[in-house]
T-cell receptor
């Protein structure tokens, strides 16, 4: 199993550009998440999904959009990139059945907006 | 609102000595508690969790954590530190029952000195 795979690993965007961060998991997990990690701030939840076709906002959703058309894929869309979106982005998934609640993380996407 | 506090930004310990990384939490109802480790340029990896049962939880790589309900703490411990344990450690909490959002602490950098 590959686990959670994120692409790209690094990206530099100009202000106002758009991009999609890809995330796919092969563990048949029902829940998927997008976090951003800023220095000294821990992880902040951007969006999450409890299953295909269902998404909901997290703590910091502004400037982002998501979709979940399949169990495996959960892309994150940045429409108009801003310097405040410079961060490291992590996709994660979990299997929320019984007590299997721990999350599995991808290796991250380091995004710089200039 | 639920929260997690990791009061130490950095913990330094000599190789072979015991280590403790502190975590306190606030949540409504019974907590689910987690520890994750992050190595440089990598995603978070699950170490251990407390859901219910024995207050002393054992996890990967010889780590353990003790759930203390009265002190609302979940400190991470290891009897003998290794240089390879040097990493960033995150504590996380969520409420029990159904799907509940997870809140992460800001992380503690563990430096094991040879």
């Amino acid at each position: 199993n590959a686990g959670v795979t994120q692409t790209p690993k690094f990206r530099i965007l100009k202000i106002g550009q758009s991009m999609t961060l890809q995330c796919t998991q092969d563990m048949n997990h029902n829940y998927m998440y997008w976090y951003r990690q800023d220095p000294g701030m821990g992880l902040k939840l951007i969006y999450y999904s409890v299953g295909a076709g269902i998404t909901d906002k997290g703590e910091v959703p502004n400037g982002y959009n998501v979709s979940r058309s399949t169990t495996e894929d959960f892309p994150l869309r940045l429409e108009l990139a801003a310097p405040s979106q410079t961060s490291v982005y992590f996709c994660a998934s979990s299997y929320e059945v019984r007590m299997n609640t721990e999350a599995f993380f991808g290796q991250g996407t380091r995004l710089t907006v200039v | 609102a639920q929260s997690v506090a990791q009061p130490e930004d950095q913990v330094n310990v000599a190789e072979g000595n015991p280590l403790t990384v502190k975590c306190t939490y606030s949540v409504s109802g019974n907590p689910y508690l987690f520890w994750y480790v992050q190595y440089p340029n990598r995603g978070l990896q699950f170490l251990l969790k407390y859901i219910t049962g024995d207050n002393l939880v054992k996890g990967s790589y010889g780590f353990e954590a003790e759930f203390n309900k009265s002190q609302t703490s979940f400190h991470l411990k290891k009897p003998s530190a290794l240089v390879s344990d040097s990493a960033l450690y995150f504590c996380a909490v969520r409420a029990s029952g159904g799907y509940q959002k997870v809140t992460f602490g800001t992380g503690t950098k563990l430096q094991v000195i040879p």
